[in-house]
């Protein structure tokens, strides 16, 4: 995560491309949550391609929810369990299905820097998220136990398992408080964040600095809203290096010699 802040920290500690003020801010990160399936029999949900399985029904609810199974010591170090009790939890490894609920976050954190120039990320997950990232782990534990799961490992301290479809409710009998959520996150965007209006945004439709020519920035901190889906396919495209205003923008630059020196940027 530390490094995907590295466009908004490069800008800020160089003091470049902020007219706007909006560098660093509108950090959004899809909020994660998983629960992890324990079955009768194995099924080596290990083996195959990663996310190989989405729900897409929810979509239009801010919810997406993917198969990802981890390995054995991502796992084991996120249990609520230690000695005896891990290990035999960790011994079901064959056994366990691993999904994950990305929420469409509504809120959003900031990027700033400290004195060092060191990148620093706030981001406080709002209510109807959390109450978002609940329900998604409750309809994951209920995909889970129609297709056969025994068990269902849930990312709450006060509820860290269940045991039937019937126990789903108690998901819902008192508030979940938002630290005892096991949450996690690999998707910041927004902090460059792309626009027509440069006094409400970073870079152009293009992706170029609205004050500095020729700086582009190609990454997922030009969203300017949250995906809500794996962004990895939409960054390639921003990145694509024969997009034509990239082209035709770095020939005029070069012929011109205003070229970025960026060994000159505080990196």
């Not at 902020?18 to 994660?32: D, I, K």
């Not at 999904?99 to 809120?107: A, K, M, N, R």
């Not at 609940?134 to 309809?139: M, S, T």
């Not at 996690?184 to 870079?203: E, I, N, Q």
Request: glycine share 8%; with cysteine; net charge neutral.
């Amino acid at each position: 995560m530390r490094r995907d802040s590295n466009s908004p920290s490069l800008l800020l500690r160089n003091r470049i491309a902020n007219s706007s003020g909006q560098v660093g801010r509108n950090f959004l990160c899809h909020p994660n949550a998983k629960a992890i399936a324990i079955y009768d029999q194995d099924v080596q949900a290990w083996k195959g391609t990663i996310q190989g399985y989405q729900v897409h029904e929810f979509f239009d609810e801010g919810l997406m929810m993917a198969t990802t199974m981890v390995p054995p010591g991502l796992i084991a170090m996120s249990l609520p369990y230690i000695g005896e009790q891990s290990m035999a939890m960790m011994e079901k490894y064959n056994r366990m299905v691993v999904c994950g609920v990305l929420v469409e976050d509504t809120g959003a954190g900031r990027v700033t820097v400290d004195l060092f120039g060191e990148a620093k990320m706030r981001y406080d997950l709002n209510d109807r998220d959390t109450a978002n990232m609940i329900r998604g782990v409750a309809l994951l534990a209920e995909i889970y136990f129609a297709s056969g799961a025994r068990e269902v490992l849930l990312p709450f301290a006060s509820l860290p398992s269940i045991g039937s479809v019937d126990e789903i409710k108690k998901i819902f009998s008192h508030p979940i408080p938002k630290n005892e959520i096991e949450c996690l996150t690999v998707h910041p965007m927004g902090t460059c964040r792309m626009g027509l209006d440069r006094k409400r945004s970073v870079v152009d439709s293009h992706g170029e600095s609205h004050d500095v020519p020729g700086l582009f920035v190609a990454d997922a901190s030009v969203f300017p809203s949250p995906i809500g889906v794996n962004p990895q396919v939409s960054i390639m495209a921003l990145a694509h290096p024969h997009r034509p205003a990239h082209s035709r923008t770095r020939g005029a630059l070069l012929h011109r010699g205003l070229t970025v020196n960026l060994d000159r940027l505080r990196r």
